[in-house]
Every structure is written in structure tokens, then in C-alpha cells.
Nanobody, 125 residues
Framework: QVQLVESGGGSVQAGGSLRLSCVAS????????RGWFRQAPGKEREGVAG???????TYADSVKGRFTISRDNAKNTLYLQMDSLKPEDTAMYYC???????????????????WGQGTQVTVSS
């Protein structure tokens, strides 16, 4: 079983930055891809950024050039650096991991089998 705990959310003004962290514990050594997703009220959960086992990264068009996903394998931690935040980035942010196989699309939520509880990000104009 894998446990994921996100932190780093908060309230910022437009143009500001936040860094989200996701610490994983449990059965993590065969984690093949990891991702960040977000869900705004009344909207479906969408992929924001993903990273595979070779550290290849994928981003949603809406965050390219502003967000950076990274990982520290020694700390079992996934990060999401968010810069130039916009009000439309306001959402609950979730980290996710896939254990037991490679991802075809690291932004597809159906790929993942473990999820964190989420951390709220609020961006004011």
C-alpha cells in the first residue's frame, strides 16, 4: 500500500509562487510514474504535470512554462513548483502515483492507482 501526503498549498496573489510537496511511503520502489492533478469546484479532475521513471516530464498546455514537476527519489518526494500563478489555477491539487506498470499518458487520471488527500491552492486577482 502506498500513502501520499501533500503539503504546500495556500493563498497567494496573482503572479505569486507556491511549491507543493508530496511525500510517499509504503510500497514505492516500483513506482513508474507520478503526477499532479487539480480539481476546481464543479469541474472534473485534470492532469497538470507528470513525470515518468526516466524523469521525462509532461505538462498541460495551461501550465507550460509556469509549473515545474520534479522528484527526489532519496526522499520519496514529488514536487510541483508553481510560478506566475493565475486565478484560474485555483483548485484542490492532488498527487498520484502508479505502481506496477508504465504510464502511457501521465496526465490521464485513469493511469493512477494511489492518490493523496489534496492541498488547496487559492489565487486571488
Amino acid at each position: 500500500q502506498v500513502q501520499l501526503v501533500e503539503s504546500g498549498g495556500g493563498s497567494v496573489q496573482a503572479g505569486g509562487s507556491l511549491r507543493l510537496s508530496c511525500v510517499a511511503s509504503g510500497y514505492t520502489y516500483s513506482t513508474y510514474c507520478r503526477g499532479w492533478f487539480r480539481q476546481a469546484p464543479g469541474k472534473e479532475r485534470e492532469g497538470v504535470a507528470g513525470i515518468d521513471n526516466e524523469a521525462g516530464t509532461t505538462y498541460a498546455d495551461s501550465v507550460k512554462g509556469r509549473f515545474t514537476i520534479s522528484r527526489d527519489n532519496a526522499k520519496n518526494t514529488l514536487y510541483l513548483q508553481m510560478d506566475s500563478l493565475k486565478p484560474e489555477d485555483t483548485a484542490m491539487y492532488y498527487c498520484a502515483v502508479k505502481v506496477g506498470g508504465y504510464c502511457d499518458d501521465s496526465l490521464d487520471r485513469s493511469e493512477y492507482n494511489f492518490w493523496g488527500q489534496g492541498t488547496q491552492v487559492t489565487v486571488s486577482s
